[in-house]
């Protein structure tokens, strides 16, 4: 969802919600994500303090993610943007449309014991344009935009993550593992992440300073060529590296990847 505002010259406030989750932009640049998790009930509605915005139009982009483990709850997005004196300036309305997004793959593997989240991520960037969210033309719209299905919305009492980037201090192996497809669970992804390493030989890993920095350019990662003359049948080898943050880090890997293109295994990409 994409959605276009001309306020300006006012501190604005964004305020917003989705079931289950949402990711949102401003203008290209990353806001935040949310909300945290909660019944069926109530939610909680994230607030986002925007400044003073410019005359001129505003690009607002939300992607909205819908995991569907709680019978009660349908996917939905409710946002509003308002000024210092708490008048909406822009709001989640029927012009709001929305389109399903090919990008990401719906009914992954899913392991049932996460209630909250048993789902695995799969995405193909690629069909993404790199700057869709700021760019100001139209959605091709599909639906409109619907309601998170909470009785009542309540404002977050707990802090938003804090977003900054921390580098590991070290890499402490170098490795390579075996891409597995596994015949009772092909679907799950969690196989091959879950491979034993061993000495690296016949997949490729340079500039690693780079990847802690102390170097420039960037690292490069690279499987075994396939297919391999030697070794286990001909099976790919994927590159492995253990990392160490020096203390306990919650976060997740923001990871800016560059390929030649149709690069991939060769019976899907991953």
């Known amino acids: 969802q994409r959605r276009r505002g001309r306020p300006g010259g006012t501190a604005a406030t964004l305020r917003i919600t989705a079931s289950t989750r949402y990711r949102v932009w401003l203008d290209g640049v990353i806001l935040g994500e949310g909300p945290p998790p909660s019944t069926s009930q109530w939610g909680y509605v994230d607030s986002y303090a925007l400044g003073a915005l410019a005359e001129g139009p505003h690009i607002l982009a939300v992607v909205v993610?819908?995991?569907?483990?709680?019978e009660t709850q349908v996917p939905g997005l409710w946002a509003e943007v308002v000024d210092a004196e708490g008048t909406p300036l822009l709001g989640t309305d029927t012009r709001w449309e929305a389109e399903a997004s090919t990008a990401w793959e719906q009914n992954t593997y899913a392991f049932r014991m996460n209630w909250i989240d048993p789902y695995q991520e799969w995405h193909d960037s690629r069909q993404l344009a790199p700057d869709w969210v700021s760019r100001p033309e139209p959605l091709a719209g599909r639906a409109v935009v619907g309601k998170p299905s909470f009785r009542h919305l309540v404002h977050r009492d707990i802090p938003l993550l804090r977003r900054e980037t921390v580098r590991p201090r070290e890499v402490v192996r170098v490795e390579e593992s075996t891409w597995l497809e596994n015949r009772i669970r092909p679907r799950d992804l969690s196989i091959a992440l879950s491979m034993p390493g061993r000495p690296l030989e016949q997949a490729r890993v340079e500039n690693l300073a780079a990847l802690i920095g102390e170097g420039t350019g960037a690292t490069r990662l690279q499987c075994s060529?396939?297919?391999?003359?030697?070794?286990?049948?001909?099976?790919?080898?994927?590159?492995?590296?253990?990392?160490?943050?020096?203390?306990l880090v919650t976060g997740c890997l923001d990871l800016d990847i560059e390929g030649p293109a149709g690069a991939g295994a060769p019976s899907r990409s991953r």
């Open 65 to 70: 993610h819908f995991v569907g483990t709680n």
């Open 225 to 247: 060529p396939w297919p391999q003359s030697r070794g286990e049948g001909g099976s790919i080898q994927d590159p492995c590296l253990t990392l160490d943050f020096g203390t």
